[in-house]
């Protein structure tokens, strides 16, 4: 392996507070990482796409996107089809091979393995890791019908070598290989890569770039100075310029929704309809004079004349159009089509949150909500950013937003995924629900009754949920917890807060009696060897309970959350 692929793993471990182990295992975290975070916009854990050795049928790594979400279970999938009608899904394999060459039949194991991956009967031993995503795949093909079209399928074959395009054997094999899996009738595109140490580099070192658009935008005027707003202008953008702004180079939607409040509401939302139905009539156009247009606001401006390059922006409104417009993008018909576009740029997090309010005032969603969601967050994150010393973690409120941040530990990062389901299984002792049911929980954020970031809510315990979750997955990390308790890591969460303290709380909104509730529990979290005691005794609890952590049903009920809270409360009489 190369000086400088050594330094880039290295320097990815480094920002993951990762141990190196051995070079196969640790190219083959790196390729996986690299490799996805280029087809996937939103922050991942590259330990949950990472194939165990032994059994794993040639496959180092495997990512399954639907609808633009990488899913780890099946109720994701329905969760994904109940909110946006349909099915859009690609597939993304890895191979990682240190070697300096690209070998054929290293090649053929691995093109074999993933045509073995979609058999009805296969042939190969698959170990945990395969069968599990096997299963998902087998559940997304099982609804095909609501397919909007068969899905993709990109194969990634990484060497530390140098990619020879006229070398006609390897050419061959990648190419027999789309042939092959073309055969099973079930793929829209097949695209079989080849990487070498440069291109895999090349990958890594774009995940630290902030998020950036380049686009020609003719029709605008610029507005008058703002104290604490450095350009804005109000125009309207054909949409194959638009296309530059919310699609990446792979054709994916990118990330640039997380200030907009409301995630997409799927297809099926009539607001949506609406606009798919005037984007699908004989008069498109007629939505640019329909439409409320988009608010885009961006932390820098490169202008040149009518080219303008952004970076590091949100959609703080317009999410549902813009994601409506994503399903519409390959419909030639529209590329000249108006979208009304007002560009801001600023680096005042409060004119943000300002316009993030004044821009999201639908029928849907209440002026009131909307700032409470809007403040809280970002002092949420603010609360986060006062801690100092070994418990420092950072909430990011926008997806990537570290990314370019070279200071952050990225395994420090508290994405607001993990923060709700931290919380609710802390404190509304749900993990069964989070384990599985991730969408139900997220649909009743913001809403009042939701018990998650509710406006008065002290921000102390979502901070402890969030030091928990990242001391848990060190200690997975490091290996004093067997990763075979990962599946199950929410449950062992829960029951943090109830073996620290005998205290209980029942006011999330008093400063008092949160400080008086948190404090303990945080020395002990900051303790290393408490702290591995803490988890070890949670570990212990849950396997006298009895209940079965790999019964994956059984997982997802209520039934094995009253199982393990029963022996708890054995065990403290």
């Known amino acids: 392996m190369d000086r400088i692929t050594k330094q880039l793993i290295t320097d990815l471990f480094n920002s993951q507070e990762k141990s190196e182990t051995n070079p196969s295992d640790d190219f083959e975290y790196f390729c996986n990482y690299a490799v996805l975070s280029s087809e996937y916009n939103k922050t991942f854990d590259a330990d949950t ?14 990512g399954i996107i639907v609808n633009g979400h990488l899913v780890e279970d099946q109720n994701e999938v329905d969760d994904l089809l109940d909110s946006n009608g349909y099915l859009e899904i690609t597939y993304i394999f890895v191979q990682a091979k240190t070697s300096s060459s690209f070998d054929s039949a290293e ?3 691995f093109y074999f393995g993933v045509k073995d991956f979609f058999a009805e009967n296969p042939t190969m031993r698959r170990n945990e890791d395969i069968t599990k995503f096997a299963e998902i795949s087998n559940y997304i093909l099982d609804n095909a019908s609501h397919f909007r079209e068969n899905p993709k399928c990109k194969l990634f074959y990484v060497s530390t070598g140098v990619v020879n395009a006229e070398d006609t054997t390897i050419e061959a094999v990648r190419l027999d290989s789309e042939k092959q899996l073309d055969t099973l009738n079930l793929f829209e595109r097949i695209n079989s890569i080849l990487l070498g140490s440069n291109e895999i580099g090349k990958l890594y070192r774009k995940t630290k770039n902030p998020t950036s658009a380049t686009f020609i935008f003719s029709n605008k005027v610029t507005l008058n100075e703002t104290d604490g707003i450095n350009q804005s202008y109000y125009g309207v953008l054909p949409f194959k310029e638009f296309k530059k702004i919310i699609i990446d180079s792979n054709d994916n939607i990118k990330s640039v929704f997380d200030d907009n409040v409301r995630d997409f509401q ?6 949506n309809k609406s606009i798919a139905e005037t984007l699908g009539s004989e008069t498109p156009n007629l939505f640019s004079v329909l439409n ?16 303008i390059s952004i970076f590091d922006y949100q959609i703080v409104n317009g999410c549902q159009t813009s994601n409506v417009l994503f399903e519409y993008r390959n419909d030639s018909e529209i590329d000249e089509m108006e979208i009304p576009v ?30 409470a969601m809007s403040d809280f967050q970002k002092n949420l994150e603010l609360y986060y950013n006062s801690i100092e010393g070994d418990g420092r973690l950072y909430y990011e409120r926008r997806a990537k937003q570290y990314n370019s941040d070279r200071t952050v530990v990225k395994r420090r990062i508290v994405t607001v995924s993990n923060q709700i389901k931290s919380f609710s299984s802390m404190f509304l002792n749900n993990p069964h629900m989070v384990t599985s049911y991730y969408g139900t929980i997220v649909k009743k954020v913001g809403e009042s009754g939701s018990s998650i970031f509710e406006k008065d809510h002290q921000f102390a315990t979502y901070y402890l949920a969030g030091l928990a979750f990242y001391r848990l997955d060190s200690l997975f990390n490091s290996g004093v917890i067997d990763t075979k308790y990962k599946k199950i890591k929410f449950f062992i969460l829960m029951l943090v807060t109830k073996l620290a303290t005998d205290e209980k709380i029942q006011h999330l909104n008093s400063k008092r009696l949160v400080e008086k509730f948190c404090d303990p529990i945080l020395a002990i979290l900051n303790d290393q060897t408490k702290t591995e005691n803490l988890f070890k005794e949670a570990v212990k609890i849950i396997d006298e309970s009895g209940v079965d952590i790999n019964d994956k049903q ?15 409360k054995e065990n403290a009489t």
């Open 49 to 62: 796409i990472t194939i165990g050795s032994g059994d794993d049928t040639g496959i180092d790594g495997i």
């Open 107 to 109: 090649m053929h194991k």
């Open 266 to 271: 799927g297809s099926n939302n009539p607001v």
């Open 292 to 307: 409320n247009g988009v608010t885009i606001v961006a932390s820098t401006i490169k202008p040149s004349g009518n080219n």
């Open 342 to 371: 007002r560009l801001i740029v600023t680096e005042d997090e409060d004119i943000k949150s300002q316009i993030t309010v004044s821009t999201n005032n639908q029928t849907a969603i209440k002026k009131e909500q909307l700032t």
């Open 554 to 568: 059984f997982v997802k009920s209520k039934s094995m959350t009253d199982g393990i809270l029963n022996k708890w």
